[in-house]
């Protein structure tokens, strides 16, 4: 079946310490997103990729930065986690048109947690 | 620091009964709007999508009504089950602008027994 897979599905990382996310689609979609979700609250994009182009929301702080390699790959690095960087992480996908939507579909999240 | 999470408004319906949930927008330009489920520790699920130039659509078991001039959402579910129990958020988006969407804030959906 066409999906969106995230790995790994629970991270544990240090404060300070790199930790790279990853995302894979097998849908061929044009466009790739990050969404940060805290506890009880709605998800917060980050930042997507609408084929090679990226485009990053104006409140994503620096620590946050994403490679997309290929169509099918896009990787999410926090360079320097924070507690306050603790919470599931979740990658989407969509077709990209001009001028039309798409739905998103998402991955299962990457519950990231910082000791 | 310790962080407090917010409380979701929640929906408590009986099995077999039919559930409304509602769902308020901001931007009277946007022409693209979505319903999520997400249950805990997975990612948001598609359900429904419906765009601006229809009031009305329907899935299996599943009605999207829009309503532009007083930019409301809602979602009926029919018969409800135990497993539509989840948090459920509407998005809409402004296809002129970009292709991002921007999420409500949740509710969640708690089916009795």
């Known amino acids: 079946d066409a999906m969106v897979i995230q790995n790994p599905r629970y991270q544990v990382t240090q404060f300070g310490k790199p930790v790279t996310l990853s995302c894979s689609q097998t849908?061929?979609?044009?466009?790739m997103y990050w969404y940060q979700q805290k506890s009880s609250q709605a998800p917060k994009l980050l930042f997507h990729?609408?084929?090679?182009?990226?485009?990053n929301e104006a409140d994503t702080p620096d620590n946050f930065q994403s490679r997309r390699p290929n169509t099918s790959f896009c990787f999410l690095d926090i360079r320097s986690p924070g507690l306050g960087d603790a919470a599931m992480y979740l990658c989407?996908?969509?077709?990209?048109?001009?001028?039309?939507?798409?739905?998103?579909?998402f991955g299962p999240g990457t519950r990231l947690t910082v000791t | 620091g310790e962080s407090v999470g917010l409380h979701l408004p929640t929906l408590s319906v009986q099995e077999g009964d039919n559930s409304i949930i509602n769902c308020a927008y901001s931007?009277?330009?946007?022409?693209?709007f979505i319903w999520y489920k997400q249950e805990s520790g997975k990612g948001p699920q598609f359900i429904i999508d419906?765009?601006?130039?229809?009031d009305k659509r329907q899935g299996q078991r599943v009605t999207v009504l829009l309503n532009k001039t007083v930019k409301h959402l809602s979602l009926q579910i029919a018969a409800t089950q135990p497993g539509d129990s989840a948090v459920y958020f509407c998005?809409?988006?402004?296809?002129?602008?970009?292709?991002?969407?921007?999420f409500g804030k949740g509710i969640t959906l708690s089916v009795r027994p």
């Open positions: 419906i765009r601006s130039n229809m």
């Open positions: 931007n009277s330009a946007s022409d693209y």
């Open positions: 990729y609408y084929d090679k182009d990226f485009n």
């Open positions: 849908l061929n979609h044009n466009v």
């Open positions: 998005a809409e988006n402004n296809t002129g602008a970009n292709s991002k969407l921007t």
């Open positions: 989407a996908t969509s077709r990209g048109g001009w001028g039309i939507t798409y739905e998103q579909y």
